[in-house]
Structure formats: C-alpha cells, structure tokens
C-alpha cells in the first residue's frame, strides 16, 4: 500500500488551522480537520477528510501529530500516519521510528532524497522551491529503478507556510 494517505488533493480547503508564535511550516493542533476535495488529470473526483487525532513528544524536541484520513485508496477505511514539522521542515512517518524528509525550505531549488515507501517502491522526491505563481513551495515525487530511471510519472504537492500540504496536481493516473 502506498503511503499516500494524505497526499490524493488537487484543490484544498481547509476547515482550521490557526498560526501560533512558533510559525511551523505547517502548524497542526490536535482536533484539527481538513477536507481535501481532489481531482486527478483524468478527471477523477474525490472528497478525504482528515483530522489531527493525538500528539506525541519528538524525540528532537516539540510535538509530531497522528493524522487520520479515509482514502479513494483503500475503500474508505480509515489510516493512520505521523507528522512532524518545524519551522523549515515537514517529516512524514508510517511507523514512527522512520522519519522521510518531505520539504526542507533551506535546501537549494533541486535538492532531492530517496525514499523506499511501506510497499517497497522507490520514490525520488526534487523539491523545487518556492513558486511564486503557486504561493508555495513545490515538492515533487515519482518513481523510480534501482538504476534512478523514472517509473512514473511525477505527483506533485504544494506546501504553504503555516498551512502545510495544500494541493496535490496527481499525474499518477492509473497508479490510483
């Protein structure tokens, strides 16, 4: 199963979020609820709730979140997964003793990481930096050989300051 419980939006809104003094890049709070309304290059519609459920310490200092959503990818049945965001960076966790890097603001425009995902896919993840036109910052994910030739095709996300992932532009049509 791909660990994309979250990550199946094209167009958000947000029900909450408020900005505290920390200024995280993405500030969660227990109780929290999003509704991503998602729409694929296919023309694939779809509605995901979400919500904040609990908050733990991080081993690094401050809080990370268990986030729960119910997925077009696994029949409605609702999953779990962890979070965990300072001010430059935003983790993300299936298990919470591995933590993947999702955007770090202070890399360079280009910088990249790989991930091996729960199902044992191989993702390359560009984070493109802050687009202008998109008031955010651009993280792109696909998959990829062990030799590093791409797979598929990209899934992209957009994260704004505060509010975290807003948008998901899925061209991974079919993989869905």
């Known amino acids: ?3 994309k419980l979250l990550f199946c939006c094209i167009a958000f809104s947000a029900s909450l979020l408020q900005n505290n003094a920390q200024a995280a890049l993405w500030d969660m ?4 609820a999003y509704i991503f ?3 694929d290059s296919a023309g694939n519609t779809w509605e995901q709730p979400m919500t904040v459920t609990a908050s733990y310490d991080h081993p690094s200092g401050g809080l990370y979140y268990q986030l729960q959503s119910k997925n077009y990818e696994n029949g409605g049945e609702t999953g779990s997964y962890y979070a965990y965001a300072n001010d430059t960076s935003i983790y993300f966790s299936s298990n919470q003793i591995v933590w993947d890097l999702f955007i770090d603001r202070t890399l360079p425009a280009g910088s990249s990481s790989t991930i ?3 199902d044992g896919d191989t993702v390359q993840r560009i984070m493109h930096g802050y687009i202008d ?3 955010g910052y651009l993280v792109e994910n696909f998959k990829i050989d062990n030799n590093g030739n791409r797979l598929s095709p990209s899934d992209n996300y957009v994260i704004v300051d505060g509010l975290g992932m807003v948008q998901e532009i899925d061209y991974w049509v079919g993989k869905n």
Do not use: E, Y
């Open 1 to 3: 199963m791909r660990s």
């Open 29 to 32: 709070n227990v109780g929290d």
């Open 37 to 39: 309304d998602g729409i």
């Open 116 to 118: 091996t995902q729960d």
């Open 133 to 135: 036109s998109l008031g």
